[in-house]
């Protein structure tokens, strides 16, 4: 009975994945209601993530399929998000940011791939947790004013700033993975 729901978490990460073109196709729709619908979406995804954590740590429910999906799911959703915001928001979430975010995922996701059949594979550090929590709570901020006036982000200073912190706090999580890397 127990074993059927050990791969719950697995699913909880492949339904964010299914849910990202959704979003993507939603925020591409320039209603009152598809804004609702791609914040709501992406709520979802994010709680999504949050639970299949919690659900394999929990119950130990913890499989080498679920170490690479989750992450690999996570990276999906907000990546897509900075995409489809810095074409929606150039001025504000500019393309050389997402440029960045992106290539430390990228980079950090091939470190995860090459040490994946050695005997140390890359875990997911404590600072690159915290990374996704805020680049989450950042994309959430910035979908709820999408929805209330989009005027509130376009040349938006603070939102601005606080996408350089994201950015700046991507590489600073990228530092354990390289330094583990190359010992």
């Known amino acids: 009975m127990f074993f059927k729901y050990r791969y719950i978490p697995n699913y909880l990460s492949l339904f964010r994945i299914v849910l990202t073109p959704i979003f993507t196709i939603a925020m591409f729709q320039n209603t009152f209601l598809y804004k609702l619908i791609s914040l709501n979406i992406f709520f979802i995804a994010a709680l999504s993530d949050f639970l299949d954590g919690y659900i394999a740590r929990k119950y130990n429910f913890i499989t080498n399929f679920g170490k690479n999906i989750d ?57 690159a ?21 989009s005027n509130y982000i376009i040349d938006n200073q603070y939102l601005y700033f606080m996408m350089w912190v994201s950015v700046a706090l991507s590489w600073v999580s990228a530092l354990p993975y390289i330094i583990f890397f190359k010992k």
């Not at 947790?129 to 006036?149: E, M, P, S, V």
């Open 71 to 127: 992450p690999l799911s996570d990276k999906i959703l907000i990546v897509t998000s900075f995409v489809v915001l810095s074409i929606l928001y150039p001025s504000t979430i500019t393309f050389w940011m997402v440029f960045f975010i992106v290539l430390r995922d990228v980079l950090v996701t091939f470190l995860r791939y090459y040490r994946l059949n050695t005997s140390e594979p890359l875990k997911t550090s404590f600072i």
């Open 129 to 149: 947790k915290r990374k996704t929590l805020i680049q989450i709570i950042l994309i959430h901020l910035i979908l709820i004013l999408n929805a209330l006036d």
